[in-house]
């Protein structure tokens, strides 16, 4: 039976070498046509959780799907294989080259050229600065036009899950915004997304649903929307006011 999920993380221990685990028996879920943002306090595993799901780190135990297969195991090559495409933390593009081969480099698995021309075109298309910067230099590109280039390559190989680590790192506010645009963009464009970010709030606002991860497991989930209006969520994750005061001692 088609799972009604693009990407399932079921039950996930996992950690480091002899250390600690990090996911101690997380579930997280991916639909189809969504953004779902983890959100969570320094250190709760939520970059682990991607880098489970690329296959960077094996977990311990637990199911890895993808559209119902099961993929638990498989390394970062057969995980982008099987459809899941990693945006790592920071900037990834090769500043001297130019924007057309940092894009280009995400096609390296592909052969057929004429799948490769109309790849391109479309990311072209998705994010208006890659085609007008097409032959510049990417480090000539501000942080935000260069993001922008992270998911024009990561697209090239027309996955079904993007896995986006803090993408607006070190963006100002304008660029941050203008990030969470093209991942709206990505989205409508048919490609789910699964985002860590640091900036909570602006996370939930973007998000479709939202994982509130504490201690290495799926603290509460649920539509992003109504995550944000959740005021104890608000209190403990979201930088907001308490619901109520302290009792003053
Ligand atoms: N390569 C590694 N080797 C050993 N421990 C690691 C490694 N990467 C992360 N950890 C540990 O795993 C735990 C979870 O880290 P992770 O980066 O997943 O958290 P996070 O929720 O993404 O945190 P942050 O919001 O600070 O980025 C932390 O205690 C961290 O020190």
Redesign the pocket.
Known sequence: MASDYLLELDDIEA???R?AL?LRGLTVKVPAGSVVCLV??????????L?VASGMLAPRSGTIRVCGDDVTGFGPQQMLTAGLSHVL?GHSVFREMTVEENVLLGAYTIRDRAAIAERVGFVKELFPVVGDRWKALAGALSGGEQKQVEFARSLMVSPRVVLLD?PSMGLDPRATASVFEQVIRMRDAGTAVLL?E?NARRALETADLGCV?DLGRVHIDGPASELLKDPQLAELYLGGRPAAAPPAS
């Open positions: 950690g480091y070498g250390a990090v969570g306090p320094n250190g709760a595993g939520k970059s682990t959780v880098k933390q803090e860590v640091q991860l």
